[in-house]
């Protein structure tokens, strides 16, 4: 019998991007990222197909990263309008209510939209959006964190469960 191996972290997530330069400004020069790798890519991998892009990659302080491709080619069939959250959002970790107040700070002298506080028991997060529509959030865990989850995983087999169930109920009843 094989073991399934471990995956250790995130490495890197990675979205398609409008501009490099402007990525860069709000990635390092608002959310304070580093900016590690830029990899300008003269052919798309395994290729000679000319079809150059840039490759960015911002280290977060816990060294994963966040990626974008500058991809010219195919731009103009790619939307770059805000994202649902819902379908695609990056979840960064803030320590503190404290420090949350004070990206909330932050992204009011940037003029950067973002919601308020919304408090999801275990954690307690913002949201707002890059400059590409990527959906974002910075969160802080709660106080009983660890509590909370630990009875969230209790019970997560019986509440997926009981979702598919409700939701075959409702597809079964809109196509009736």
């Known amino acids: 019998m094989s073991t399934t191996p471990t ?3 995130i490495h890197h997530m990675a979205f398609r991007c409008k501009d490099a330069e402007e990525t860069t400004r709000f990635y390092r020069d608002i959310l304070g990222l580093k900016l590690k790798v830029a990899l300008k890519v003269d052919d798309s ?3 000679e ?9 911002f280290e977060m302080g816990d060294g994963n990263f966040i990626a974008f ?11 770059f309008k805000p994202m649902y959250g819902l379908d695609c959002h990056v979840a960064f970790a803030a320590a503190s209510k404290a420090e949350l107040d004070s990206w909330m700070a932050l992204f009011k002298a940037h003029d950067v939209p973002c919601s308020t506080p919304i408090n999801h028991d275990f954690v307690h997060s913002i949201y707002f959006w890059d400059p590409n529509g ?17 009875h969230e995983e ?22 009736s």
């Open 154 to 175: 209790s019970i997560s087999l019986q509440q997926i469960s009981d979702w598919s169930a409700a939701k075959a109920r409702r597809q079964h009843v809109s196509t």
């Open 49 to 57: 197909d000319g079809r150059g892009f840039m490759h960015l990659f």
């Open 69 to 79: 491709f500058d991809d010219p080619t195919g731009v103009e069939n790619f939307d």
């Open 134 to 150: 990527v959906a974002l959030e910075i969160t802080y865990k709660d106080e009983r964190y660890e509590e909370i989850l630990e």
């Open 45 to 47: 991998p395994g290729t």
């Open 7 to 9: 995956l250790a972290a």
